[in-house]
Each structure stands twice: as C-alpha cells, then as structure tokens.
C-alpha cells in the first residue's frame, strides 16, 4: 500500500529554517505528482507547492513564494520543503500528498481533491 512518512517538523523561532521531507513507498514515484499542503487550527487545508513528477515543475503558494521552495529525489522517492524566513503565520500541521496519476493524466493540482493519498502531518510552530 502506499505510505507517505513526513519528518522534520518542530520549533522554530520567527526567522528561521526548517527543512520537511516526506518518504514515499508503494507507488511508483518518478510518475507522481507531489503536493505540500498545511492545516492550522479552526481552519482549511490550504495549498503550499505543488512538484511535477521530473521536477520540471513546481508552482508554490503567493503566501510563501520567494520563502519556501520544493523540491524532489526519485532516486530516494523523496520529495522536500525547505522554508525559509518562517512567520508565525506558517505553524501548522503540513501534510504530504501524492497523485500517483500525474504523469499518466498530465495533472498538477493545487486542491487537496487532485491527490490520492496523504501522510500522517507534521507540526511546525513558529514562536519567539
């Protein structure tokens, strides 16, 4: 079954750099899209980057543009956030997604409703 583990949350104060990773199995990667998303309290999932599954392409959020950047390894079927300048706007759970369908369907979603499967979250919290 597909598994997507996130990994490299935690504290950070207003400034700082966190880098998140998310290793995936069971799916054929190299023909997966990859999604960032996050979820703060009393609030909706909302769209972070989104990667294409060479790496040719990645669209990220106006809200974290020039800060955060995607990226991917498919040798390592592993696919990165690196967030830099972190706000304290940025705390919240960020999940990992995938649409194993990407490449097949030539599809580069930014909705949680493009992608099939997701990991368990992992905090971020940003706070002098």
């Known amino acids: 079954q597909v598994q997507l583990v996130e990994s490299g949350g935690g504290l950070v104060r207003p400034g700082g750099s966190l880098r998140l990773s998310c290793a995936a199995s069971?799916?054929?990667?190299?023909?997966?899209?990859m999604g960032w998303f996050r979820q703060a309290p009393g609030k909706e999932r909302e769209f972070v980057a989104t990667?294409?599954?060479?790496?040719?392409?990645?669209s990220t959020a106006d809200s974290v543009k020039g800060r955060f950047t995607i990226s991917r390894d498919n040798v390592k079927n592993t696919v990165y956030l690196q967030m830099n300048s972190l706000k304290p706007e940025d705390t919240a759970v960020y999940y990992c997604a995938a649409d194993p369908q990407g490449k097949a369907r030539l599809r580069i979603g930014v909705t949680p409703y493009k992608y099939d499967y997701w990991g368990q979250g992992t905090q971020v919290t940003v706070s002098s």
């Open positions: 990667i294409s599954w060479s790496g040719g392409y990645t």
């Open positions: 069971g799916l054929t990667f190299s023909s997966a899209t």
